[in-house]
């Protein structure tokens, strides 16, 4: 097990390393490769991730809290169990990547990229999803209350027994959406009638 605190990363290769149950705490990784990497049950803290490569990467079980990762590449990664504790995690692409039993509190995951993800029975409220791409992804009985999902593209995503109450769903394309099942608060009802060409007085 190894600690590392403060200290900064630039274009650095760290995917041939055993970076197993390490802990990192307040460190900056600005175009650093973790690709195919070792890193189940990492934790970090407070850290920065800027266009950082973890395709392939093993991050099973890792734990990450108030960290930052920016446009960082997660193709093909293993995220299983893995817990995200309100970090930023803008612009990010998780194309085929485990999500399975992952935790995300909070935080904010605008403009990711999570198409066809499966995140079923997930406990998402609060998260920002502010046009992030979740189509096809698999939302199946999700907590989704309170989320923001502004602009967000759910195109055939499937929201069977999911719940968006209270989240905000400005210029969503309900046209796209397969609402069976899913919980509606009324002021997305009204939304989703007037996207279909209802007139409500």
């Not at 970076?19 to 990784?29: A, H, K």
């Not at 850290?47 to 960290?67: M, P, T, V």
Request: proline share 0%.
């Amino acid at each position: 097990m190894f600690q590392h605190s403060n200290q900064n990363y630039t274009e650095v290769n760290f995917g041939t390393q055993d970076l197993r149950y390490g802990e990192l705490n307040s460190c900056t990784f600005n175009r650093c490769s973790f690709s195919n990497g070792s890193l189940e049950e990492i934790t970090s803290s407070n850290c920065r991730f800027i266009q950082c490569d973890f395709s392939g990467a093993s991050l099973n079980g890792s734990i990450h809290k108030e960290s930052a990762f920016e446009n960082c590449n997660f193709n093909q990664a293993n995220l299983f169990v893995a817990k995200f504790e309100r970090c930023k995690m803008t612009g990010s692409d998780f194309a085929g990547s485990n999500m399975d039993g992952i935790t995300i509190a909070q935080g904010d995951w605008s403009y990711t990229n999570l198409r066809n993800t499966r995140l079923v029975k997930q406990d998402l409220r609060g998260v920002k999803f502010y046009e992030a791409d979740l189509s096809g992804a698999n939302l199946e009985k999700a907590d989704l209350r309170n989320c923001d999902l502004s602009m967000a593209v759910l195109a055939k995503a499937k929201l069977q027994g999911a719940d968006v109450r209270g989240a905000k769903m400005d210029k969503i394309d309900f046209k796209s959406l397969i609402v069976t099942g899913l919980r509606m608060d009324r002021e997305q009802s009204v939304l989703f009638a007037l996207s279909h060409g209802a007139k409500i007085d």
